[in-house]
Structure formats: C-alpha cells, structure tokens
C-alpha cells in the first residue's frame, strides 16, 4: 500500500520557459527549487506523479548527524539547521523535531565503532554521547532490559515524511516558483551541446538549467542519451503501528529493529538495512560495482523477486520524447512490501519493546532505495551536458541531507560560495562512469 502523504494542490498552467527546472519531487527537489525560488530565479518543478510519493514518504523520517560518511556529516549538519528554519520561512509545520537519536547495543565491536566516530565527530563540532551499561539501560528502559552501551546525538531529530516534502513545494510556490504534478520530464532538448530545454508530457518549456533530482528513475533518464550512471536500488519494507504505545523513545536503533515515532503518535518499525534486490537489466549492468556493497551487507540483503523489473525504473531500453514513456506508466513507484520481512520486523519490535503489544498494525509499505557504489550521493553539472545537474544516488540519506543537498544545488547554479565543499559529491568520481561521453541522437 502506498506510505502515509500530506496531497497538495499545485500549479496548474506549464511555463514556456524557466531559468532553471527541476526534475523530480521528492525532498532533494523539492529543496533545490525552494532555494532557487527564494534567490529570485523562475523556477518549474515537474513530477511524474504526487510531490514525495515515493522514497521521501517512505523512509524513517530520520534526520542525522550520527554514524554519518565523514563525506556528509559537513552536509548533515549543515542541514539540520535548515530544518530548524523551514518552518518560520514556510509557515507550515514539518513535524522536524531535534528529539535526539537513541542507540543502544550490546556488541563490544560496535560500541568502539560508535566510540571511534564519536572521536572523529566531536573534532567536528559535532556533539555525541557514549553512554554507560547504567546511562544506556536507563535511557532504553522502554525495553525492559540491561544493555552494555550506547550512544546518545542530542541535537539530531525527526521529521514528518508525510508532510515535509508537499509542505516545502508549498515553499516553492509561495517564493515565486511553480510546481506541476502528474507531469512526467520525457527528456532533454540541446542547442550547441548545452541544455536547452525539458520536454515533459504537458509540452516543452525552455531552460539552460536543469536539475534531475528523479531518484530511483536517474540512471534510466541518463541512458537515454548515452550516459552510464552506475545506481542500483534495494526494496526496503516498513511497517507502521498506531498511536497508543506509552514511553517509547522517537528514535531508537538497535541491530535487532529501529523505531520512529511517526507524526500521528504512531510509530514506523524497520530492519536496519534490511531490504530485497529486485533484479533489473541495470542491476545486472552495474552489478560488478555493487558486488562489493552487497557482499558487505549479505546477511540483512536478499535477492527479490520481478517487481522491479515490471516497475520500469531500472530499463535499459530507449524512449521517444513524442510518445509516453516508463515514467507515465508507472506514476509512483509502490513496490509490494515483503510479508516475511513485514512479520519479522512486527515479531522483533514486540520483543524488544513490550509495549508496543496489543497495538494494532497500522500500514505496511515497501520503498525503493537507490543507491551508489560508494554509498554517497552524485551531485554536480555533467561535464559532457553543460547546464545538467544531477542529484541522485542518496542511498538511503536522502531525507535527512535533502535540505542541504538542495542549498547546495542552487548554490552551484547561482554561483554563490558553496555551503559544503562540493568535490566529494562530484558525479565522475564513481568508478565505471562515464559522464563525459554523451551519445549524439
């Protein structure tokens, strides 16, 4: 079933043309429009289906700084502050609340993982608590149990994926831009090698910039013009329970299940890296870079069944601009969540934390995460498509980093001095790739 999302009316006449127009509306979108609306910039946003239907209403919710790649802790951080503001500058409630984030173990290497980063952090500004047997067990009384550590990150939060993605459009709209669902991007138009517009279903509107912030469909819209973007998704499950249980932390992680007090009072239940590999032709294209990821990751990772390659997402096959494409036929992507992984996680959460019992199950749905190889999002102008930024492969922190990942796109297009250094995000740093060969059609 499709995840719990805030529906939004929106902009209702395409523009003939647009300083910049981005693709996709999910967070990361949705947030780079937002800053380029409030620079003054006229800016369209299209998606395919509703704003945040898919992987930005269907994640925990979490927005973090702890355990992040040292690529993207500067981009973490920088991010939450954004959340703080959304909802003075929008004047709509996000539901982001810096609640804390709670982790508890009692696996001696894991606790000196968490150590380790811990040290590396605190050199980064970043506040994080280890916490004693006595201060974790406290903490995690919810669970009825003793644990031999933990770690504690006070200033990170939550956020409402129901609502933060339709409410920061809602920010775009007011700040001067316009935002268009059920319009799917087709594919590009070039004048002399640049970027010269967007043909979308609902007609042509003209641009030298475009941001391509699809998701799970980028390396599909890529291959259309010969550009390989090494991406592979992973079917993540979740399921939700209904308001009623008392005391339990809003962010909790352990190895055994991971809960998220979700906006409604309720709360989301996950496996943490739990998820299914649909095979797909662009899974078996890049599976010699994602070999090693999913090697690392054997024992919370199994291979699915054909609902990705029916999905579309992950084709190889070429589209024409004049006729409908994947994106029309598949408006949202709404895997079927994976029963087994639905039970265990429900059986796990009700033995971890006895008073989620009697609660009744509210919803189950599955997501789409897409990823990299090295497991940090491409974000940048292509070298061989000059005025064509790509935003994708968030592998999972998307949600949390999208603010700034948005800040940071309209930053790279204005010109202004980046809020994080951009070179670690470069798309040509991932190994296979081939961003300066763009086919002729």
Request: hydrophobic content about 40%; aromatic content about 8%; some cysteine.
């Amino acid at each position: 079933m499709p995840a719990p999302l805030h529906h939004i009316e929106t902009s209702p006449d395409l523009p003939p043309n647009a300083d910049a127009v981005v693709i996709g509306g999910g967070i990361v979108g949705v947030s780079a429009a937002y800053y380029l609306a409030r620079r003054g910039l006229k800016v369209a946003l299209v998606e395919k289906g509703r704003i945040g239907a898919e992987q930005s209403s269907r994640n925990w919710g979490w927005c973090r700084q702890q355990n992040r790649d040292a690529r993207e802790l500067p981009m973490a951080t920088k991010s939450l502050a954004l959340w703080d503001r959304f909802a003075e500058e929008i004047g709509e409630d996000l539901g982001f609340r810096r609640c804390g984030l709670l982790y508890l173990s009692d696996d001696d290497a894991q606790l000196a993982t968490w150590a380790k980063w811990r040290d590396f952090a605190q050199g980064e500004g970043v506040v994080t608590q280890m916490l004693s047997p006595t201060e974790a067990s406290a903490r995690g009384a919810a669970t009825g149990k003793s644990w031999k550590g933990g770690v504690f990150s006070p200033t990170d939060g939550i956020a409402n994926t129901a609502r933060a993605a339709p409410m920061i459009a809602r920010g775009v709209m007011a700040a001067g831009g316009t935002v268009h669902q059920f319009c799917a991007a087709r594919g590009l138009e070039t004048q002399g090698g640049r970027v010269s517009g967007v043909v979308t279903e609902k007609g042509t509107i003209r641009t030298t910039t475009v941001i391509h912030a699809g998701g799970a469909w980028a390396s599909s819209f890529l291959n259309q013009y010969g550009i390989r973007f090494p991406q592979s998704s992973a079917r993540s499950s979740i399921l939700s329970v209904a308001p009623g249980a008392q005391n339990i932390p809003d962010a909790l992680h352990t190895t055994e299940v991971s809960v998220t007090r979700r906006g409604d009072g309720g709360y989301a239940l996950a496996i943490s890296g739990g998820a299914r590999i649909d095979p797909t032709p662009q899974q078996l294209r890049y599976s010699r870079q994602f070999l090693p990821m999913f090697l690392r990751r054997w024992r919370n990772v199994s291979v699915g069944g054909l609902q990705g390659w029916q999905a579309g997402h992950e084709t190889l096959k070429r589209w024409r601009l004049d006729a409908p494409t994947p994106m029309e036929a598949n408006r949202i992507l709404d895997p079927v969540p994976d029963p087994k992984q639905v039970e265990e996680t429900h059986r796990r959460a009700l033995r971890l934390l006895p008073g989620l019992r009697g609660v009744p199950v509210q919803a189950r749905w599955a997501g789409y995460i897409d990823s990299t190889p090295d497991g940090v999002p491409a974000i940048g102008e292509l070298t061989g498509l000059p005025g064509f930024i790509l935003a994708a492969g968030f592998s999972g922190h998307g949600f949390g980093i999208g603010p700034g990942a948005g800040h940071l796109i309209a930053d790279l297009v204005t010109g202004q001095t980046p809020i994080v250094d951009p070179a670690d995000f470069r798309p040509e740093r991932l190994e296979g790739s081939a961003f300066g060969k763009v086919a002729e059609f």
